[in-house]
């Protein structure tokens, strides 16, 4: 079975910084990548389809890349309602597996 | 527009087996290509996805929870459902019921439900 391995596990950084959270899988997926964001005690929202994809209301600052094995979540400027989990998740074939997550939280 | 919403016991005893439903409202479980799902959180920890199954196809499950899991579709009522058996304090999660597609991901959650593994 295809792992999904993110990086970092958590970090911590300035409002206005650019942050950049990486996910590895152990075998190509071609695109079927997907972000997800939790806020505390919140449910996971869709952030990103298709590696790059934009969902539908979810601000442009969030942006994703990558393809095959390597993949990378953006944040452009960070926010205060930023804070959150952020997931990866491969979405084309079972089981569909999902990263240990990164904890993003304002320095 | 299409939510779910889950319902079920909130504690389950230990050995016995936990049994959850996922309604579908605003829109058809046979419409679209989309899978149905199941996905637990334990509190503090990240997301396990437990198993899919979609119209027309063969249910996928975890190959960690194979063995205890099956996930069923009830067109008739708008519903899937997830049993999970033998159960122990390792299952006490948070309980999601989800919308899928291969390229769209998990579009639609529900808000979830707690289970507790008690006796």
């Known amino acids: 079975d295809i792992q999904m391995t993110q990086s970092p596990s958590s970090l911590s950084a300035s409002v206005g910084d650019r942050v950049t959270i990486t996910c590895r899988a152990s075998q190509g997926i071609s695109n079927y990548l997907a972000w997800y964001q939790q806020r505390p005690g919140k449910v996971p929202k869709l952030l990103i389809y298709a590696a790059s994809t934009l969902r539908s209301g979810v601000p442009s600052r969030f942006s994703g890349s990558g393809s095959g094995t390597d993949f990378t979540l953006t944040i452009s400027s960070l926010q205060p309602e930023d804070v959150a989990t952020y997931y990866c998740?491969?979405?084309?074939?079972?089981?569909?597996?999902f990263g240990g997550g990164t904890k993003v939280e304002i320095k | 527009q299409v939510q779910l919403q889950e319902s079920g016991p909130g504690l389950v005893k230990p050995s016995q087996t936990l049994s959850l439903t996922c309604t579908v409202s605003?829109?058809?479980?046979?419409?679209?290509?989309?899978?149905w799902s199941w996905i637990r959180q334990p509190a503090g920890k990240g997301l396990e996805w437990i198993g899919r199954?979609?119209?027309?196809?063969?249910?996928n499950y975890n190959p960690s929870l194979r063995s205890r899991v099956t996930i069923s579709v009830d067109t008739s009522k708008n519903q899937f459902s997830l049993k999970l058996s033998s159960v122990t304090a390792a299952d006490t999660a948070m309980y999601y019921c989800t919308r899928g597609s291969s390229l769209n991901a998990f579009d639609i959650w529900g808000q979830g439900t707690m289970v507790t593994v008690s006796s």
């Open positions: 199954n979609y119209i027309g196809g063969s249910p």
């Open positions: 605003g829109g058809s479980i046979s419409s679209g290509s989309y899978y």
């Open positions: 998740q491969k979405s084309n074939s079972a089981p569909l597996t």
